[in-house]
């Protein structure tokens, strides 16, 4: 969790729109690193007598030893409902996502749940398209094609492929590419990879399908942030379907960035 990213992001050119993500995204990071680092290294003072064991210093031991996230770092983090050993190992593969990004180019296969500000992406990617074909972004939309569970090697040549969600009160038939009910006991699926394919809206093809709201968390609740985005809705995505969209709508099916353990 020492890692910093934020004295690299220099190193971006940022006139692709992914490379201001990249640099977005690392300055969000780095400013919870900075949280957790400090209330660490002020907990291990105050254990030694150098400083005052506040109450938020408190809170912070009281939550570690129940296994549950600090407030103190919820202020400054993306959501999580995980308990506090799952949030650390996810916390560093995000930030293993990210450095691996910086020091090797973009990924062929974007870690969607990885993004501490999902919605800066999918602007990022309709931004590149928009620019590349000279269309204004408000006239675009997106069009989603689930693909196979092996990752490309390549990225596509518009739009961007993403992995990492998964799929709450439904399963995704792998046979014949729909969603189908869920098995006995299995409450969520994973999806398999998703090609994010900027387009303009009355462009969007008409096919059977259920439009899926997609979660940063199973809370599937959220406020509005100051950008005026929600903190927990990200989007709604057109996946195939061979039944009324009634029929998952009374099961509420979700598409979640992330699960709970």
């Not at 997106?142 to 993403?162: C, N, Q």
């Amino acid at each position: 969790m020492a890692v910093s990213f934020f004295h690299l992001a220099c190193h971006c050119i940022t006139v692709q729109s992914m490379n201001t993500v990249l640099v977005q995204e690392m300055g969000r990071f780095n400013r919870l690193i900075d949280t957790v680092r400090s209330s660490l290294v002020n907990i291990q003072k105050a254990i030694k007598g150098l400083v005052v064991m506040s109450a938020d210093l408190e809170e912070v031991v009281s939550s570690m030893l129940t296994g549950k996230i600090p407030g103190m770092w919820k202020k400054k983090s993306y959501p999580s409902l995980k308990p506090l050993g799952s949030y650390v190992n996810d916390f560093l593969t995000r930030l293993k996502f990210l450095q691996d990004w910086l020091d090797t180019g973009m990924p062929p296969v974007f870690w969607v749940s990885g993004f501490y500000f999902t919605q800066a992406f999918l602007t990022g990617v309709q931004q590149n398209f928009a620019r590349k074909y000279t269309i204004p972004i408000d006239l675009l939309g997106y069009d989603f094609d689930v693909l196979g569970d092996e990752l490309p090697k390549t990225p596509p040549d518009d739009g961007a492929y993403i992995n990492g969600l998964f799929v709450d009160g439904a399963r995704w038939d792998r046979k014949k590419n729909v969603l189908a009910e869920s098995r006995p006991k299995v409450l969520q699926d994973t999806m398999p990879v998703i090609w994010l394919k900027p387009c303009k809206r009355d462009d969007i093809p008409d096919r059977p399908s259920y439009l899926v709201p997609v979660y940063k968390t199973s809370d599937r609740r959220g406020t509005l942030s100051t950008t005026g985005h929600s903190t927990n809705y990200v989007v709604a995505m057109r996946i195939p379907s061979d039944k009324p969209s009634e029929h998952w709508i009374q099961r509420g099916v979700a598409l979640l960035c992330q699960l709970d353990d």
